[in-house]
């Protein structure tokens, strides 16, 4: 076998690790030592293996025995999976039990390969989970949390939702199928739409992207499929439509739901035999085309109240992903933050800012209703306008941690550093408080024993910080250090008068 050559680079030698805790493994561990193109380590158990692939050097590729005594190897994939989303797995089966192998697979893993191969068989097998690595050396110097993509776009991965996601995308876009992806507006669908072509074997092709929610049937129509000369009045001449101009390319249907039912039928069929015919042609046009869909609803709603034909669902869904909203994913906010501010600070020739700590708390408390759309606008705004630009100020955080809004609008953050000490010295003191109402289940004599004051002073703060209204009981969730800084901004603003 000879060394891999990426890209003109020098010769880049594959780091594998190997667990290999069963001595029957042994003979093709020790074959993959003997090959110049890659680097085997060995590891004896699955914790080691787990904390040794977050360790430089990365490793390129996992190898698992799925048999070894005393080892579950099938609990060890997506521990590999969380923490590194590409690296790519191989199961190696000493036996003929098929569903651990299906398992394992469902799992993450990206092929199995059978301890019965003679030498270069099993070389072969290996070398199949390469080819996403068609340049090691670029591909180790990408940071762990953000992939760059066309056009200025970014997938994130901070999170372990996300992390899981790139994972599958790895996996999904090799295959040529048509793909749907779900989720609230705003969650990056048409990012991982790009990323998808990005990975996939029509990456040096057109991606081209239509919203179906943008345009009327007949322009709609005419947009995707083209149209023929005096089809309509206007058309004084023939034009391709979308999928002739991405013909072995992806193209990217955003807002599919929206699309009029009539023109649904003719897309099924497009899809279906990959021809179609122009507007007012009659002449069947062959192309090549991946479709990737979007949408924001919810699809068996949308099925169930016939505005979207349940036989295209499952023509685009022949696999699903669902893009997880911004408030489940708070480890991608300081991250999608660091990224926008200094790319709007030079696109708006505005000078950068760098947020405070009690403003980048707040915003990774804040539940982002309009998900990265609202946190890229959040990032214009700030510098403009610096912290007065907080304006989903007078949030609270309702129960399971995500910030909604419940104030009237235009509250802004105190920017003073007297209201921010007085804030966050009255938000501890609530924050004390109400864990001690709620702990006590409201008895204010036990209360104020747990909390060392009188029963007279608590009364007085529970009056002091309306904690005892009767049509709010509050729960102790409202009462976040860093959200009642902005809850309490008009009581803060008044008492800095004072």
């Excluded at 293996?49 to 360790?55: L, T």
């Excluded at 994972?167 to 609230?184: F, S, T, Y």
């Excluded at 943008?214 to 034009?239: C, D, H, I, M």
């Excluded at 408080?433 to 608590?458: D, G, M, P």
């Amino acid at each position: 076998m000879k060394p891999i050559a990426h890209s003109g680079l020098p010769a880049c030698r594959i780091r594998i690790l190997v667990l290999d805790a069963g001595a029957e493994a042994g003979r093709l561990t020790k074959y993959l030592q003997t090959q110049a193109e890659y680097e085997t380590e060995v590891v004896k158990n699955g914790s080691e293996i787990v904390a040794r692939a977050r360790c430089e050097p990365l490793p390129d590729l996992v190898i698992l025995g799925l048999d070894d005594a005393g080892v579950d190897s099938l609990e060890l994939i997506p521990a590999l999976r969380q923490a590194r989303p590409l690296v790519k797995i191989v199961v190696l089966s000493l036996s003929d039990d098929l569903y651990r192998v299906v398992r394992a697979v469902h799992l993450g893993a990206d092929t199995c390969v059978w301890n019965s191969l003679d030498a270069d068989a099993f070389g072969a097998a290996i070398r199949e989970c390469l080819p996403a690595y068609s340049d090691v050396a670029t591909y180790r110097e990408r940071p762990g949390d953000v992939e760059d993509l066309d056009e200025g776009g970014f997938f994130v991965m901070a999170s372990p939702a996300m992390r899981r996601l790139r994972a599958q995308l790895d996996q999904v876009a090799r295959i040529d199928i048509p793909v749907l992806c779900l989720g609230e507006s705003g969650t990056g669908k048409e990012v991982v739409a790009r990323l998808i072509h990005r990975l996939s074997a029509r990456s040096g092709r057109p991606f081209l992207k239509v919203n179906c929610a943008a345009l009327p049937s007949e322009l709609l129509e005419s947009e995707l499929f083209g149209y023929e000369r005096g089809a309509f009045t206007g058309a004084v001449r023939s034009k391709p439509g979308k999928f002739e101009l991405c013909n072995h390319g992806t193209l990217f249907l955003d807002e599919i739901a929206e699309m009029p039912p009539e023109l649904q039928a003719k897309l099924l069929h497009a899809l279906q035999d990959q021809e179609f015919t122009r507007l007012g042609g009659c002449a069947r046009v062959k192309v090549d085309v991946r479709v990737v869909a979007a949408t924001n609803v919810n699809v068996r709603e949308a099925i169930a109240a016939k505005r979207f034909r349940e036989d295209l669902y499952y023509r685009l869904s022949a696999f699903v992903f669902s893009i997880p909203p911004l408030r489940q994913r708070h480890e991608d906010i300081p991250v999608l933050l660091d990224r926008y501010l200094p790319a709007y600070a030079e696109r708006l020739n505005l000078p950068d800012r760098a947020l405070t700590t009690d403003l980048r708390r707040m915003c990774v408390r804040y539940g982002w209703p309009g998900n990265v759309r609202e946190l890229e606008n959040f990032a214009k705004r700030y510098l403009i306008l610096g912290e007065a630009a907080a304006n989903f100020a007078s949030e609270r955080v309702s129960e399971g941690g995500v910030a909604t809004n419940f104030a009237e609008p235009g509250n802004a953050a105190p920017t003073d550093l007297k209201s921010h000490v007085r804030g966050l010295r009255e938000g501890a003191e609530i924050s004390a408080i109400a864990r001690a109402l709620e702990q006590t289940n409201w008895n204010r004599k036990e209360a104020a024993r747990t909390l060392n004051i009188s029963y007279k002073c608590l009364l007085a703060k529970i009056r002091q910080h309306g904690l005892d209204q009767p049509s709010r009981k509050p729960m102790l969730q409202d009462y976040d250090v860093s959200s009642t800084l902005l809850r309490y901004t008009s009581l803060l603003r008044a008492s800095s008068g004072k």
